[in-house]
């Protein structure tokens, strides 16, 4: 009998984790392991937004795949995945179809633009490697053309759709891009104006209320002007209309109002909420004993609020390992050694830009450079469990 094919399509957070365990656990006769990803590289998703403003370059934020992975024992394909077939056990790639016996969906996550006309055309999204190199691009033209065309104030207006997790890193790094530019391409700092629009009543709707004070105010000095509790109803090639009916005039709308499951999920005809499917214990798919689902394609319900957990590489991360476990488990047949999901939240900072940080871990609240240092140890962690000290070595920021 042919060893049992599994197959991971996305080589995101909980892909490649899912691919780096399960080549460490198994042995090269008891499966073929094959990953399949768009790109030849894998991103550090949780680092986009500082390529979007320019404060680091994309290289950083990236990692060819084939240095991650044992090629004698993962198999990886370049390709697109455009459907997947569950009855006939296959994924259908632009360029050729894969069977499976076991499927690891880590597809990642889509922006979520509940419909607000215009967002889809006119507004940027900090997605991936291309989408944030083109925001960064964008910015620098409009710097480079205000100088032949002063009358065009919005060249120099920016705004951020959306005060979630990505919305506040992003301002934090563009707030601290900003004076350079202005002095680069000989721009008063007065004309540039940097606005944060978000539907709810404070920033980070939901996170400690201490930590978001200290976070408005440290953006607020860097420039950042709020508008809240006011939605941005529609988004035109001109700019912005907020809900109140008033017009922001930008030629640089980015939008971070949240994020969906990847479409393709919801296609296969896997039952899903916003292309998030709620697996059970095991991770697996309502009805698809050999289909398992990782990271943002993924929904779990936190029972102590009874609410899902948001979407992040650190859940994806902890599904990554454990459904190679739980794979390697049934696979050799013992299937008395599954463990049940559990997600450990360790914590959440988030970036304000150089050096300012807000988190809490554990039970600790961390603000300004203790923070800020707690993020680069996070992101150097990760590249460890990726890579080991070569990749920190390598692509690290200290
Ligand atoms: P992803 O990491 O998004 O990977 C999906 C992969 O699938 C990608 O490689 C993509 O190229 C590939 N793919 C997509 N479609 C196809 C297709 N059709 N065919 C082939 N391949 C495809 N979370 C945290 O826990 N901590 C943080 O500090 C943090 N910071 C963040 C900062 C930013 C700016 C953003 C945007 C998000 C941040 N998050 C953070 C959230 C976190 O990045 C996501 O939850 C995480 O990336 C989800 O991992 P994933 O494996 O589901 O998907
Ligand atoms: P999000 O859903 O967390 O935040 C979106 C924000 O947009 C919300 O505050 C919402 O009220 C607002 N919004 C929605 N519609 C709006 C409208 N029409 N007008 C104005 N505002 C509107 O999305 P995100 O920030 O992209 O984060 C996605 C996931 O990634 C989350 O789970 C987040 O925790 C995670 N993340 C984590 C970190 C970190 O830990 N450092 C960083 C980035 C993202």
């Known amino acids: 009998m042919s060893a049992?094919?599994?197959?991971?399509?996305?080589?995101?957070y909980g892909g490649v984790v899912s691919a780096l365990n399960l080549q460490k656990t198994l042995h090269y006769n008891e499966a073929q392991i094959t990953l399949v990803n768009n790109n030849d590289y894998h991103y550090i998703t949780t680092e986009?937004?500082?390529?979007?403003?320019?404060?680091?370059?994309?290289?950083?934020?990236?990692?060819?795949?084939?240095?991650l992975i044992d090629s004698k024992k993962v198999h990886f394909i370049k390709d697109t995945v455009v459907e997947i077939k569950t009855e006939e056990q296959k994924v259908v790639l632009?360029?050729?179809?894969?069977?499976?016996?076991?499927?690891?969906?880590?597809?990642?996550?889509?922006?979520?633009?509940?419909?607000?006309?215009?967002?889809?055309e006119y507004a940027f999204g900090i997605r991936n490697i291309n989408s944030v190199r083109h925001i960064k691009q964008h910015i620098e033209y409009h710097f480079a053309k205000f100088r032949n065309e002063p009358e065009r104030t919005d060249y120099l207006t920016f705004v951020v759709g959306g005060a979630g997790f990505t919305g506040i890193e992003f301002l934090g790094e563009l707030a601290d891009r900003i004076?350079?530019?202005?002095?680069?391409?000989?721009?008063?700092?007065?004309?540039?104006?940097?606005?944060?629009?978000?539907?709810?009543?404070?920033?980070?709707?939901?996170?400690?209320?201490?930590?978001?004070?200290?976070?408005?105010?440290?953006?607020?000095?860097?420039?950042?002007?709020?508008?809240?509790?006011?939605?941005i109803q529609e988004c035109t090639e001109d700019g912005v209309i907020l809900g109140t009916g008033e017009e922001i005039k930008s030629a640089t709308v980015v939008w971070t109002g949240g994020v969906r499951g990847n479409s393709l999920v919801e296609a296969a005809g896997i039952e899903a909420m916003r292309g998030r499917v709620k697996v059970d214990e095991y991770l697996k798919a309502p009805g698809h004993e050999n289909i398992?689902?990782?990271?943002?394609?993924?929904?779990?319900?936190?029972?102590?609020?009874?609410?899902?957990?948001?979407?992040?590489?650190?859940?994806?991360?902890?599904?990554?390992?454990?459904v190679a476990y739980n794979l390697a488990a049934m696979i050799r047949n013992q299937p008395r050694l599954m463990r049940a999901f559990k997600?450990?939240?360790?914590?959440?900072?988030?970036?304000?830009?150089?050096?300012?940080?807000?988190?809490?871990?554990?039970?600790?609240?961390?603000?300004?450079?203790i923070a800020a240092l707690?993020?680069?140890v996070i992101d150097l962690r990760y590249l460890f469990i990726i890579g080991g000290i070569p990749l920190v070595l390598r692509k690290g920021r200290f």
């Open 4 to 12: 049992p094919k599994i197959l991971i399509i996305g080589a995101g």
């Open 179 to 231: 004076p350079k530019l202005c002095k680069e391409y000989d721009v008063d700092p007065k004309l540039v104006k940097l606005y944060n629009v978000e539907a709810s009543p404070t920033v980070l709707p939901g996170f400690d209320p201490e930590l978001v004070n200290y976070a408005v105010d440290i953006l607020e000095k860097k420039g950042v002007e709020f508008k809240l509790n006011v939605p």
């Open 48 to 67: 986009l937004h500082q390529p979007a403003a320019g404060t680091m370059h994309h290289d950083r934020a990236r990692v060819n795949i084939k240095e």
């Open 343 to 369: 997600p450990e939240i360790k914590g959440t900072v988030a970036s304000l830009g150089n050096g300012e940080a807000i988190g809490v871990v554990g039970n600790m609240k961390l603000t300004g450079p």
């Open 94 to 120: 632009q360029n050729e179809e894969v069977e499976y016996d076991y499927l690891i969906v880590g597809l990642g996550s889509e922006p979520e633009t509940f419909g607000i006309k215009g967002l889809k």
């Open 292 to 322: 398992f689902i990782v990271g943002d394609c993924a929904l779990i319900i936190n029972e102590e609020i009874n609410r899902p957990y948001p979407p992040t590489a650190q859940i994806a991360m902890q599904q990554g390992a454990n």
């Open 374 to 376: 707690m993020k680069k």
